[in-house]
């Protein structure tokens, strides 16, 4: 079974600096899918970023990066310019491809908190 | 898009009771997921729904558990004779299979339940 494991169960960050949060899973499939997600306290979940296993291109949306290394089965999430609304728990998920299963792993999440 | 709904938001019950909820998804979407998640963990797939056909179950999911989506539009579980250990938030999450951001799952903002 595909495993997700989030090492940092909590991080902190100077408001307008950058933090790296850790991903490594554990799969025997050659393609996937990995997301970050966002849940802000009592608030719902929101995607921030999704990488396809098969592009070398690490994805990027806005502020917002992605470190993709395949080989070593890490997906880290880079923060830059930390804003005080970034103030929440993030899960790495992982999906296999195709019309296998849809089922999301998680994480059990990094707690982001966010120093004025 | 009005994104995905979940009814009630808070649910409170006595061990041994039965209880409803309801998700309602993007209106355009044909699959519908159901996961749980304790407190300090990521969530946790229950079952999923391909317009109105389940697919797939997680072990997770007790023959306490019920789940349906009649014609392919809102979702409901019901859990009868509710246990302690049923409190938890239940999420919904709803995705297309024809869009570009298939892969992508939309979360609801959850219904937390509390057995007491």
């Known amino acids: 079974a595909q495993t997700v494991t989030q090492s940092q169960p909590e991080m902190s960050v100077q408001e307008a600096e950058t933090v790296t949060l850790s991903c490594t899973y554990d799969?025997?499939?050659?393609?996937?899918?990995l997301f970050w997600y966002k849940q802000p306290p009592s608030r719902q979940m929101i995607l921030v970023i999704r990488?396809?296993?098969?592009?070398?291109q690490n994805a990027t949306e806005n502020r917002f990066s992605v470190n993709f290394q395949k080989a070593a089965k890490s997906f880290s999430l880079k923060i830059s310019d930390s804003q005080l609304g970034d103030a929440a728990m993030y899960f790495c998920?992982?999906?296999?491809?195709?019309?296998?299963?849809?089922?999301?792993?998680f994480g059990k999440g990094t707690k982001l908190s966010v120093i004025p | 898009d009005t994104g995905v709904s979940q009814d009630p938001r808070h649910k409170i019950t006595k061990r041994g009771q039965n209880v409803t909820f309801r998700c309602d998804p993007i209106?355009?979407?044909?699959?519908l997921y159901w996961y749980r998640q304790t407190l300090g963990q990521g969530p946790e797939f229950l079952t999923y729904?391909?317009?109105?056909?389940?697919?797939?179950k997680s072990r997770l999911l007790s023959d306490r558990f019920s789940a349906e989506r009649p014609k392919g539009s809102f979702s409901t579980l019901e859990i009868q004779r509710t246990e302690q250990g049923d409190s938890a938030m239940y999420l919904c999450?709803?995705?297309?299979?024809?869009?570009?951001?298939?892969?992508?799952?939309?979360f609801g903002p959850g219904t937390r339940l509390l057995v007491l």
């Open positions: 729904f391909q317009n109105e056909a389940q697919l797939e």
């Open positions: 999450a709803s995705s297309a299979s024809a869009q570009r951001d298939q892969e992508t799952q939309y």
């Open positions: 799969t025997s499939e050659s393609d996937y899918y």
């Open positions: 998920a992982y999906r296999e491809p195709g019309a296998g299963s849809y089922q999301l792993t």
């Open positions: 990488q396809e296993a098969y592009k070398q």
């Open positions: 209106s355009e979407h044909n699959r």
